[in-house]
Structure formats: structure tokens, C-alpha cells
């Protein structure tokens, strides 16, 4: 068993099988972060999960000037998937849509989903640097799994199709102040983020139409959409979550 | 009485007295900003708050190069205070711990304090800076109060000086997953949200040793100084205060 003290305090995702006596062959980028950057050399420990088989501490067995093989000495952690729990929001700012991802892979979200509402400013997003942040953030947070962030879509469309058994928790700065609170009912859920300047008209006529959706309020202060985000992952996981 | 269509799309935090038929002049970097960069002119509206009289609503009655003069026509809201909960944390990156300070204004503390523990990495913060940063969240989210930001003070001098009466909810990142709750006591309190890389030991054992402290777990996964002041302050807001 490897003691507590030497275990590794690098944190790496890897797209690769892990397990006992597994080995790993890092990708340039890998290696130059962990022999490179981080200096670390033959012997030397890495925590390695891949969303699938739990973390594993790893040792580097090879050490090159471009490339490393690391090889699985001992599984520190399981598998801790988060609850059935998808984060939908409208992209806004280049450093708060990074933010948002990155805060729902910490606050433990299953699916990270881009929407597009009449009101979203910016449409462009990258799904790669996206998904890129929420592997960082699950690498820093201690996380075993990834969530996935989905292809950027129009809301109005995501609704028409939304899943009969999906539960929806949406936070309208509408609501600001009332007193919607949460219904606690398990099962799959969402929550959705308005974008800046709120939902639209019909947008607000549709959710509130629907089934599966739960208005909730967070205050009485506008809150900017990332900072919504972690709130309502809050309230939610609180609720009903893994806290 | 201003028709709502008509309203202040502006809000603008002044530090001079506000009431009816009191007129306003603006600072040159305020002249500069509405009538330059927002292009407003004579007759446009602006809503001002300056953290003791409410919001007002405020016609531009002069508009030069680098002067105006703002009018305040009507009361549109009237002070609200947040609760009396201060945000103590330890500075990280620049743009994180400007981050913080955005979020507390936005989730609604009176108070933001930073502190210097054993493991804080930057020492240096701007009051001023913050205080800005703290400014323009109380713009942008609706609010009628700015929270004062204090001097950084080192984390045992101020425990050392607690107040008696003031409790204090800390998450600390190696409680992760254990299940210590909020206290429902209401009175004055105060949050402290641990540094990146936790307490030292001796913080930790002050921290149990007082009486007004209460360690409250953040779930599973180990947050970002960020995530966890605005994760921290809706635990708060939803039990304690005023959401």
C-alpha cells in the first residue's frame, strides 16, 4: 500500500483503461505538464482517473523528454458519480461561460448544456475548450468523474423535446424576491439559468406550461448567471443532491 | 410619477445625499462614463443609490464634456440592508479574489473581510481595488447598499478578537462530505471560507475551540475559494437570511 504521506498531489484525467499494473502512456501535452512543469521523475506518484474506474495512484515508470509511461500501483477512490443532475445556461461572456463549467464540474453537475434563448447574446461557443475546463476543474476538485458538456442547442427546441421524467428547476430574476421553493421530488433533474436580460415572454409562457418545470427563487438581488449557477447547484444539492 | 417604460436603464452608485429635487454632480470619470460612453443626454434618466437614502431616479438637467448635473425626480425603491452576516476569506489570484468580492456583494453581505491565514499565498489586496469591484456588483444586481470591504487583517489576531456575539459558520475542505449543519440561531454572524490548501492546524484548533464557531460541510468535492464563498453564502441566505 502506498502511504498516505508519498501519494500524489498531481491530479490527471486520462482517457485510458485503469487497474492493477495498468500502463499508461501520457500524451505529449501530459508529459511535458508532469516531467516538464510539474518535475516529476521515474518513481514519483500521479493520481489518475478517467471517469470510469475510480482514481488510481500511478508511478512513472519512463521518463522522456516527450513522452512518460506511468503504470497503476493502487486504487485510491472509487467511482463517485454525481447525481442525475444536468446544469443548462445561457453562454454569455468568454470568462463566465468558463466559469460556469468550471463551477458545475465542482458543484458535482452530471451534464453541462449550452442553450441558446431569444435573449443569449453570444453564440458561439467551443464544445472542446468547454469540456477542456470541465476536465480541469474535476482534476482540482477531487472529483472521479467528468461531466460531459453537450453541443450548444436552442432552448425553444430542448423544451418541445424535454423528457417526460426530467424535473426542472428554472431561476427567473423575474421571480426576484417570491418564494418559490423547491418541491422535493428525486428522480433526474435540471436546472436552467436565465440568461442576462431574463427569459423572453414566451420562453417564460412555455416553462411555466410545463410539467416538469419548478420556478424557484434565489433572493431578492439579480445575481450575474455564474454566480446563479452556484447558487442553484447549492440549493439543489442541498435539497436533493450528494451533499 | 416616471412610467416604468421609461425607467433608468443606467443605476450608478454616488457618494452624496439623495432626495426630491436634489441635484447631483457628477465626478468626471461619471460624466465620462453616462454621457460619453452610454450616450446619455438632457432628460435621459439614471437611477442612483448611495447606500443610505433608497434609489432614485435621477434626470440629466446638464450634460457637457466632462461635467453633468443629475436631478433626482423619484423615490423608485427604498433602502434595503442585507442581513448583518460578514464574508471573511483569504485573497487568492487577483482575479478570483475579484471574483469573491463581486459575489458577496451579489449574494447580499454587509461586510467583506479578508484575512491572512498560515497557508494565504498573496498578501498583497487593494482595499480600494475591491471596494470598486464591490461598487459596481451593487450596480449591476439591483441593490441599494455597497458593502464595505475592510483592510486585510492576519486570520489569528481577528479570532483572537472575536466579538461575543457574532457566530461564525467555516468551511473547512476536511470536513468534505461530513455532514455538520447550520445552526438555525439568528444574530449577527459571519462566514469564513477556508484558503487554498486548507487551515493550518493551529487555525483549525482555535476555530473548534470557539464557541461562536460552527464548522458546516460544502459536500464531497473540494471547491475553489470562489465556489465556495458563493456555495457558503446560499447555505446562509436560504436558512438565515433574507432569500
Given at each position: 500500500m502506498v502511504p498516505f504521506m508519498k501519494r500524489a498531489k498531481v491530479r490527471l484525467f486520462v482517457d485510458q483503461p485503469l487497474g492493477q499494473g495498468q500502463s499508461v502512456a501520457l500524451s505529449r501535452e501530459q508529459a511535458h505538464y508532469l516531467?516538464?512543469?510539474?518535475?516529476?521523475?521515474?518513481?514519483?506518484?500521479?493520481?489518475?482517473?478517467?471517469?470510469?474506474?475510480?482514481?488510481?495512484?500511478?508511478?512513472?515508470?519512463?521518463?522522456?523528454?516527450?513522452?512518460?509511461?506511468?503504470?497503476?500501483?493502487?486504487?485510491?477512490?472509487?467511482?463517485?458519480?454525481p447525481p442525475d443532475l444536468w446544469l443548462l445556461f445561457a453562454p454569455i461572456k468568454k470568462v463566465r461561460?468558463?466559469?460556469?463549467?468550471?463551477?458545475?464540474?465542482?458543484?458535482?453537475?452530471?451534464?453541462?448544456?449550452?442553450?441558446?434563448?431569444?435573449?443569449?447574446?453570444?453564440?458561439?461557443?467551443?464544445?472542446?475548450?468547454l469540456q477542456a475546463h470541465a476536465v480541469e476543474a474535476a482534476e482540482q476538485c477531487g472529483g472521479t468523474y467528468v461531466p460531459e458538456v453537450a453541443d450548444i442547442a436552442r432552448l425553444d427546441r430542448v423544451l418541445a423535446?424535454?423528457?417526460?421524467?426530467?424535473?426542472?428547476?428554472?431561476?427567473?430574476?423575474?421571480?426576484?424576491?417570491?418564494?418559490?421553493?423547491?418541491?422535493?421530488?428525486?428522480?433526474?433533474?435540471?436546472?436552467?439559468?436565465?440568461?442576462?436580460?431574463?427569459?423572453?415572454?414566451?420562453?417564460?409562457?412555455r416553462l411555466v406550461r410545463m410539467e416538469q418545470a419548478h420556478a424557484v427563487s434565489l433572493g431578492p438581488r439579480i445575481l450575474r448567471a455564474d454566480t446563479a449557477a452556484v447558487a442553484a447547484l447549492t440549493v439543489w444539492q442541498q435539497a436533493l443532491g450528494d451533499w
Open positions: 516531467l516538464g512543469v510539474m518535475r516529476l521523475g521515474v518513481g514519483d506518484l500521479v493520481a489518475l482517473f478517467n471517469g470510469v474506474d475510480g482514481e488510481w495512484q500511478a508511478e512513472v515508470a519512463e521518463a522522456g523528454k516527450k513522452r512518460g509511461i506511468l503504470v497503476c500501483v493502487e486504487r485510491s477512490a472509487s467511482l463517485r458519480m461561460t468558463d466559469f460556469i463549467v468550471e463551477k458545475a464540474a465542482e458543484m458535482g453537475a452530471a451534464r453541462i448544456f449550452p442553450v441558446q434563448t431569444a435573449f443569449t447574446n453570444s453564440e458561439r461557443t467551443r464544445r472542446d475548450r423535446e424535454w423528457p417526460a421524467d426530467r424535473h426542472l428547476m428554472f431561476c427567473d430574476e423575474g421571480l426576484a424576491g417570491e418564494g418559490a421553493g423547491l418541491p422535493h421530488v428525486k428522480g433526474p433533474w435540471a436546472i436552467l439559468i436565465g440568461p442576462e436580460g431574463g427569459f423572453s415572454d414566451d420562453e417564460r409562457a
